[in-house]
């Protein structure tokens, strides 16, 4: 047995499938994959490992297809002489992203839950406020394109009134 073989197997049993796919790519010979499907001959499973491979690219389905969810972190931010490269530059304080594969198998009660939790902290490690945009008034959860978003108090208690959403962007073209 080659070298790269023994590498491969070692690895593969170390990491487990799903992370061994991820982490190990062509090697002049095999892809990751191939090289798991050659393994499941020589070992005659090649239908556990085929249910197998499917359930995992299900996952990376399911995860790409995801809406990639965020809050916002709402200050009624008004503009008055600042320049818009350094409010572009600032922009990204006023999101805060969420895990995508998290997003994908987590159902939305227990989402908001752990989003009550991130804006209570944010809200006290900020001191309520963010720099140039100035104080915190509501985070805003966009958490599906389809579904008006959830709207927070700073304390992480539902509200309901309308958001105002806008985004500073400097484009070059």
Not at 119 to 128: F, L, S, V
Not at 140 to 151: A, E, H, L, N, T
Request: hydrophobic letters at 35%; glycine letters at 4%.
């Amino acid at each position: 047995m080659s070298e790269k073989c023994k590498e491969k197997l070692e690895a593969l049993q170390e990491k487990g499938l799903e992370e061994f796919l991820k982490s190990y790519t062509y090697d002049f010979v095999n892809s990751s994959e191939e090289f798991v499907k050659k393994l499941s001959k020589i070992l005659g499973i090649e239908d556990e490992v085929r249910k197998e491979l499917q359930a995992i690219q299900d996952k990376e389905r399911k995860i790409a297809e995801q809406f990639p969810a965020f809050i916002y972190v709402d200050t009624d931010f008004r503009r008055k002489n600042e320049p818009i490269f350094v409010l572009a530059f600032l922009e990204g304080q006023r999101r805060i992203f969420l895990d995508k594969e998290w997003l994908a198998f987590t159902p939305l009660n227990e989402q908001i839950e752990t989003v009550r939790e991130i804006i209570k902290k944010h809200y006290k490690e900020h001191d309520g406020k963010l720099p140039v945009w100035g104080a915190i008034k509501r985070y805003v959860y966009f958490y599906d394109k389809s579904k008006k978003p959830i709207v927070f108090d700073p304390k992480g208690n539902i509200v309901s009134e309308p958001i105002k959403y806008s985004e500073a962007r400097l484009e070059v073209k």
